[in-house]
């Protein structure tokens, strides 16, 4: 294949066709799954077994050590300016070095495993159960990586494929132990880690086919000093998002408020990262890196700021309509999809919404940084999540609430700091905030209407009006702006017309 028609947009809109048939059937089964095992284990099983998982999680930013934005970072550029084998060399290298990482924070996690878990409130039984999930470090986070490089390649239809068959695996290896009436936290946590290991395998065979069909035609080679200073200002910035990722938050709260309360705020943060993975600047995110970066290497700035600045848009326009819904019908939904475990949960769902709308402009932001080489800049700025902890322990002493809350007030804070400093840096980023308000101001109403008619008319349907009001009234108050229409219609051919009945006419 042609290195240079890699990113095209003929491939660019191929991957998305890829990438949301893949994550809608992901989406899907990761759905039941969860609502699957909050029905099927004991409410101290099930907190253990979401805070083993976040763990996981956690070990995501905190064994990249800065090489896997180094991946997004350079492999869109070696791939259509690489020199011969500059790209396998890159890609063989990285590989090696992550797995070497993962393997020895395994190794240091197992031999302390046993101090860990009793800090996080397991039990005996369940240290010993857990003690083989500590082997999804290396499965999860190693199929992750390789679906990562693969996705900078757009290649999504092998990326998204194996991501679908990790839901769809465990929902079927579920399924079994249910049968065979065998369900325990150890039998869960072998077949979470046999499809996060054949997950594995089809990622890197994937990857390798891909890469003996790219020859390089250019030039380019990034040195080692060159991605190690990258790396090396990014791992600052890892170490300090592992300290406020969500696994960790996860721990912290089973660590303050009991293995229990941690259930029910990780069951929580699952519904909400189902919703996270459909903000634009989440769900399109490894597609569209990869394209500004390339626009950025042709000098395509002001593009590069139309589609950051489209992306905040949608992000804030989406996470309203989300708190419209909540705040209108948040307990009985919470209720509905925790089969009745969790009630009265609304308000902290609610506050969460508006902490992912928060997060979710944060990694907008980092992702220009990064693209922009802003990262020692960045890593500054990360130290702000070292207060993370903090606010968790402060925040226990008003419950689950508190901890919430201060979670919220710190990430607003980090990244209202981020984006005035950025504004001074870049002035091709244009946001349209009139366009927003406009937007926000339909939810605000939207929301206050649903709140004084639900005991009149039921809290369904108040929420399925007030839905149906928001997609119309998005008609009338026009949240987008000729630019958006310009870039939807050249960008994923979606028909300039139908985009114009949201477009305000006089930019």
């Not at 042609?2 to 949301?20: D, E, M, P, S, V």
């Not at 064994?63 to 934005?69: P, R, T, W």
Request: proline share 2%; aromatic share 10%; with cysteine.
């Amino acid at each position: 294949m042609n290195n240079l028609g890699l990113y095209t947009g003929k491939r660019f809109r191929k991957a998305i066709q890829h990438f949301l048939l893949g994550r809608a059937a992901q989406s899907l089964t990761s759905f039941f799954l969860t609502l699957w095992l909050v029905r099927l284990l004991g409410s101290s099983d099930y907190g253990a077994y979401m805070v083993l998982w976040g763990l996981v999680e956690m070990m995501v930013p905190l064994s990249s050590l800065g090489m896997l934005e180094a991946v997004r970072r350079f492999l869109p550029e070696l791939a259509v300016r690489g020199a011969p084998d500059a790209l396998k060399k890159f890609v063989g290298w990285m590989t090696l070095i992550r797995l070497a990482i993962m393997t020895i924070w395994t190794i240091i996690i197992a031999v302390f495993w046993s101090d860990i878990a009793t800090w996080m409130g397991f039990s005996e039984l369940q240290q010993d159960a857990t003690l083989l999930g500590l082997g999804l470090i290396i499965t999860v986070l190693g199929f992750r990586y390789a679906a990562e490089m693969l996705e900078c390649l757009l290649e999504q239809r092998w990326s998204q494929l194996t991501h679908a068959f990790m839901p769809l695996g465990r929902l079927v290896g579920v399924a079994i132990l249910v049968i065979s009436e065998n369900i325990t936290l150890e039998q869960l946590l072998w077949v979470d880690l046999i499809v996060a290991f054949i997950c594995l395998i089809l990622c890197e065979y994937f990857l390798i086919r891909k890469l003996q069909n790219l020859t390089g035609i250019g030039d380019l080679r990034v040195s080692a000093y060159e991605i190690a200073t990258f790396a090396w200002h990014m791992a600052g910035v890892n170490l300090c998002r592992a300290i406020a990722s969500m696994g960790a938050l996860r721990m912290l709260v089973a660590r303050t408020l009991g293995l229990e309360i941690a259930g029910m705020y990780a069951f929580l943060q699952q519904l909400l990262f189902i919703v996270g993975r459909y903000l634009p600047a989440n769900l399109l995110a490894n597609i569209i890196r990869p394209m500004l970066i390339s626009r950025k290497v042709a000098g395509e700035y002001e593009i590069v700021g139309q589609g950051i600045a489209l992306l905040w848009k949608s992000n804030l326009l989406i996470v309203a309509f989300s708190m419209v819904a909540i705040s209108i019908s948040g307990d009985e939904i919470i209720e509905l999809v925790s089969g009745g475990r969790f009630l009265d949960t609304g308000l902290f769902m609610l506050i969460m919404l508006l902490g992912l709308g928060i997060t979710s402009q944060g990694q907008l932001i980092s992702m220009v940084m990064e693209m922009l080489s802003y990262t020692r800049q960045l890593r500054l700025f990360s130290l702000l999540l070292v207060l993370t902890p903090l606010v968790v322990f402060a925040g226990a002493n008003w419950g689950l609430l508190g901890v919430i809350s201060g979670i919220v007030l710190n990430a607003w804070l980090m990244n209202s700091i981020i984006m005035m400093w950025l504004k001074r840096q870049v002035n091709f980023i244009k946001i349209d905030w009139f366009g927003i308000y406009r937007g926000m101001g339909l939810a605000v109403l939207l929301a206050a209407l649903g709140l004084f008619f639900k005991d009149e008319f039921g809290e369904w349907s108040t929420l399925i009006a007030v839905i149906i009001a928001y997609g119309s009234g998005l008609i009338i108050v026009k949240p987008l702006n000729s630019s958006d229409v310009a870039l939807l219609s050249r960008g994923i051919r979606v028909p300039a017309g139908l985009i114009r009945l949201f477009a305000w006419n006089k930019d």
